[in-house]
């Protein structure tokens, strides 16, 4: 197997900090339980912290 390289983390951490950012905008939905929604605010800052590793590291 192949080492995973910087590029492959960048990639890995600017997708993942891409889907804690959209992760709050479903909080309108129905479907989704309130235990739940109630940490999607949250969600955004280390998608944040994420976005931005996954741009330093490119």
């Known amino acids: 197997m192949d080492k995973a390289t910087k590029t492959q983390f960048s990639y890995l951490f600017f997708i993942a900090g891409l889907i ?3 992760i709050p905008e479903l ?3 129905g479907f ?3 235990e739940i929604r109630q940490y999607f605010a949250v969600i955004f800052y280390p998608g944040i912290v994420c ?3 996954g741009y330093w590291l490119r």
């Open 20 to 22: 804690m950012l959209v």
């Open 27 to 29: 909080n309108g939905l």
């Open 32 to 34: 989704v339980p309130y």
């Open 51 to 53: 976005v931005i590793i």
